[in-house]
């Protein structure tokens, strides 16, 4: 048995200015998680996401419906 490793991503509108998360898209098919942890501390915690969570998560985001920090 094979376990599939995460590939971690950051977004390409990051400017790398200490606030990043990374994203593990590639297990959201294989597994149903999309894990994400910090990027300043890639040996910390991860947090693992169902992928129909995270997909409303994004949803939300792109309408518009938090609000701006």
Known sequence: MTTESPHWFKSSYSDNGGQ???????????????????????????????????????TSIKAGEFNPL
């Open 20 to 58: 990043c998360i990374q994203v593990a898209a590639n297990l959201a098919t294989t597994h149903g998680l999309v894990p994400i942890r910090d990027s300043k501390d890639p040996n910390g915690p991860v947090l693992n996401f169902p992928t129909p969570s995270f997909a409303a998560f994004i």
